[in-house]
């Protein structure tokens, strides 16, 4: 990211909208340095902007680079809305790319997310995704968990799954946030993190 200084934060983040040519709300900032001056005199502000259209541009450059080095042919599409981050990949052969039981991409999708959470010092939800793969995934995923917690809540005997992920964790504790007397708790680390269906009596 640039850092930018100007005598004021408004003064700062209109001179750098008109630079990146966007409008002042596209903008993330995180103030460096901030003097007073005395009597406003020698006041500034020092901070590090971008706009989130660069994160777009970073994500399609970083994993250009990347199959570049591994000698790779990839057709990359990148679609943003705020802090989601959607890649869709194609290749002629996208199962190397899957890997076994998406294994690789996994990797993929967690080394990108790394990157662009270093690189932009926040979180960005990031999916990495091949001919579907994953869109499919979850929702076999919503569906295995729905029939879980059905078991869970007639039964009242708590259920584990097995290691996933944290996307899948996500997908499977939002299908399930609004699902009567059944919670989900995570556990685990690493490679072990797994998901728990709780019985919970007293959620409605």
Known sequence: MEQYTAKSLDALLTQVAQEKHVDQSELVYY??????GFLGIGASVTAEVYALSEVKTFTEDYLKSFFDGFG???EVDVEQNNQNIK???????NAILIGKSGKSLEGINTLLRNAINAK????FYVMVDINNYKTERYVKLKAMATRIAKTVQRTKVDASLDPMPNDERRVIHKELTNFPNVRTESEGKGRDRHLRIVYDANKE
């Open 120 to 123: 932009f010092k926040r979180r």
């Open 72 to 74: 790779l042919e990839v």
């Open 31 to 36: 103030v460096i340095e901030e003097k007073t």
């Open 87 to 93: 890649v869709t990949l194609n290749a002629e052969n």
